[in-house]
């Protein structure tokens, strides 16, 4: 079945570097793949998404491109703030399976001042 | 608009105690669903519903119902709740569940079973 491999936190960063959060899937079609994003004490909120091969989606700075040849949609931010600690979930939704949402584990990120 | 609402924030059980956990939206969406949270696993689908009168079993139904009379409301019923269910219930909605589409989440529930 369907699957999405996030890389393991947590990741510690200062202020102002350069965020990379590794993801990658397995699935039969074409999936659309997502970023959500969970603030401490919240719920899920969805940072960005991608519904075709070689898709860029972005928002708040965050980027992440849809790269079918290598099955994988990173997430990029080129300077962080404290305010983007969080857990960040990669997510594929796919026709075959219903377009139920299927996880990653989750990766937090904590950024410090 | 509320969006998708959860009560209660925060529970506490005892091992064979039942309960139900409320989810209400108020975006006319026709599909909602239930997850839950657990460490290093990310959120697994529980059961969904495409619409009124209709639900579906997720990965890890077992433990758990749920029914749908309205389009607004999708509780998820406990019927004798284990120490295996302690996690973080959330619930979610989408227009009609299509695979671009955002899902929008609660806040969600935590709930505990000693």
């Known amino acids: 079945g369907d699957s999405v491999t996030q890389m393991e936190g947590p990741v510690t960063l200062s202020e102002e570097a350069f965020l990379t959060i590794n993801c990658t899937y397995t699935?039969?079609?074409?999936?659309?793949l997502f970023w959500y994003v969970q603030y401490p004490g919240e719920g899920l909120q969805l940072l960005l998404k991608?519904?075709?091969?070689?898709d860029k989606g972005s928002n708040k700075g965050f980027e992440a491109t849809y790269r079918k040849e290598t099955t994988s949609f990173h997430l990029e931010k080129g300077s962080v703030q404290v305010s983007d600690s969080a857990v960040y979930f990669c997510a594929l939704s796919e026709e075959e399976y219903g377009n139920k949402l299927v996880f990653g584990a989750g990766t937090i990120l904590r950024v410090k001042s | 608009n509320a969006g998708v609402t959860q009560t209660p924030k925060f529970q506490v059980l005892k091992t064979g105690q039942s309960m139900t956990l409320q989810c209400a939206q108020d975006?006319?969406?026709?599909?909602m669903s239930w997850y839950r949270q657990d460490p290093g696993m990310g959120l697994r689908l529980i059961h969904y519903s495409v619409g009124a009168g209709i639900t579906d079993q997720g990965e890890v139904p077992n433990g758990y119902n749920v029914s749908r009379s309205t389009t607004e409301d999708f509780p998820l019923r406990l019927l004798s709740a284990a120490p295996s269910q302690t996690s973080v219930y959330f619930c979610?909605?989408?227009?009609?569940?299509?695979?671009?589409?955002?899902?929008?989440f609660g806040p969600g529930t935590r709930l505990l079973v000693l």
């Open positions: 979610a909605s989408s227009y009609n569940g299509g695979q671009q589409e955002t899902q929008y």
């Open positions: 699935a039969t079609g074409y999936p659309s």
């Open positions: 975006m006319n969406h026709e599909y």
């Open positions: 991608a519904t075709k091969a070689d």
